[in-house]
């Protein structure tokens, strides 16, 4: 898409140079692409990198009965949200996040061991569990949909980076503790 207009910008507009039109078209094009790539990744096909890994952490957080976790900080209830996942959200976060953010101390990094994770649903049912994993190589994401233990998403998908590289150590919903 992005070769096709540019060739015919050029031919329409010869006096500009090369390098001129190729920055304009390819600023034009970015949020376009941008946008579409991460609605494909949420809805489309998906990018499982760790499909067995993936089913063993679902498997361990249903196990860890995770609904029964502490609510993340401003997440006591179910709240609307703007993000791709879903229209209403719930998100938990394990003991070792509930202990970081008790501890007041500064951050700049959540412990490995940190878990959280968000049910996102529409309509009351619940259609998307969302989770990150502080392992001792960064984080671990997955993404799963209608109750299934396969994900769509799992391993390090740039989709899940992109978006949350804003955050607090990729934490979008709180941040880190105000030191006391
Ligand atoms: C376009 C932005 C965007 C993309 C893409 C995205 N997220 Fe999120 N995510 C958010 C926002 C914003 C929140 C904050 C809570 C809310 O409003 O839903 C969030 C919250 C979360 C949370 C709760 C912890 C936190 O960071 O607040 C988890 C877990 C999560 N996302 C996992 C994922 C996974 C896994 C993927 C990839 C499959 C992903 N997200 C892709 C925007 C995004």
New binding site residues.
């Given amino acids: 898409m992005a070769i096709e207009v540019r060739t015919r910008t050029m031919r329409t507009t010869p006096l500009r140079s090369p390098l001129q039109l190729s920055q304009r078209s390819r600023v034009s094009i970015a949020p376009a692409l941008l946008l579409s790539g ?1 609605l494909l ?2 809805f489309g096909c998906g990018d499982s990198q760790d499909p067995a890994g993936a089913t063993e952490l679902y498997q361990k957080i249903q196990a860890d009965d995770y609904r029964s976790w502490q609510r ?1 900080p401003g997440y006591e209830t179910r ?1 609307k ?5 879903s229209d209403n ?1 719930d ?1 938990y976060v394990n003991d070792v996040v509930a202990q970081a953010l008790a501890s007041g101390e500064s951050l700049s990094a959540w412990p490995e061991g940190s878990v ?3 049910d ?1 649903s529409d309509g009351g049912k619940f259609e998307v569990v ?3 994993e502080k392992r001792s190589d960064g984080w671990y ?3 799963y949909f209608d109750g299934k233990s396969e994900a769509k ?1 799992s391993g390090r ?1 740039d ?2 980076l ?3 590289k804003r ?1 607090s150590d ?5 941040s880190f503790p105000t030191p006391q």
């Fill in positions: 991460a990744g949420i993340a709240r949200s703007d993000a791709p996942h959200v998100i959280i994770v968000k996102g969302a989770v990150m994401w997955a993404e998403f998908p989709v899940c992109d978006c949350h955050g990729f934490v979008q919903s709180f």
